[in-house]
């Protein structure tokens, strides 16, 4: 069964610094792994998507995330942090599209950026 | 472009009461997924389809049933709502040929 974690419900940083958002998953077969953005209010929009091409991927809005597969882990970076990043970030795995279909969510982690 | 659209944003029922949550897609996608979202627990997977006319159980499926008879409908019904059920609910679509979903607005249920 897929699973993921996020370590860290909550995260500051202050405006300028590293950005670090923690993700590890359980996967039987390759994942497909994602991480989303969510602002107030809103729906969720996807910044990044790793799908077993190159393990460092880049996203909207100057986020990366790195896939390690001998870590099971898809942490989310940011060199430099705006005040606008401030929102809650899901981390999602999902197998190959020939396999289950599910799309499977963390529990998110809200990023709280200070002035 | 609408993308995905749900039905309606926001809803207060009163206990045992029902509802049906529309979703509607205009982007042909095969994958359909209904999801609810509540403090510290992320999105949870509730029914899902992967084709017109199918669907398959999530991790928290009770006191839910779904129905996918148009490819561009999935729709979530409530037969008997109950306070838990109180949550934002999220429906989501996906390509066969596509690894990432797309969401919708989300719809705010309130059961008193």
């Known amino acids: 069964a897929q699973s993921v974690t996020q370590l860290g419900s909550h995260v500051s940083v202050s405006e300028g610094a590293l950005v670090l958002l923690r993700c590890n998953y359980s996967s039987s077969v390759p994942p497909y792994l994602f991480w989303y953005v969510q602002y107030p209010n809103q729906g969720l929009q996807l910044l990044l998507k790793?799908?077993?091409?190159?393990?460092l991927v880049k996203g909207i809005n100057g986020f990366e995330a790195e896939f390690k597969k001998s870590e099971t882990s898809f942490h989310l970076t940011k060199p430099s942090a705006h005040m606008s990043d401030a929102a809650e970030y899901f981390c999602a795995v999902s197998d190959h599209p020939s396999g289950t279909y599910k799309y499977i969510f963390g529990t998110g982690t809200r990023l709280k950026v200070l002035a | 472009n609408a993308g995905v659209t749900q039905t309606p944003k926001f809803r207060v029922l009163k206990t045992g009461q029902s509802m049906t949550l529309l979703c509607a897609q205009d982007m042909n996608h095969e994958y359909m997924y209904w999801y609810r979202q509540d403090p510290g627990m992320g999105l949870r997977l509730i029914h899902y389809s992967v084709g017109e006319g199918t669907t398959a159980k999530g991790e928290v499926p009770d006191g839910y049933n779904v129905s996918r008879l148009k490819k561009q409908n999935f729709l979530l019904g409530l037969e008997s709502a109950a306070p838990s059920q109180t949550s934002v609910y999220f429906c989501a679509s996906r390509d066969s040929g596509l690894a990432e979903a797309f969401f919708g607005q989300g719809t705010r249920l309130t059961v008193v």
């Open positions: 790793y799908t077993s091409a190159a393990t």
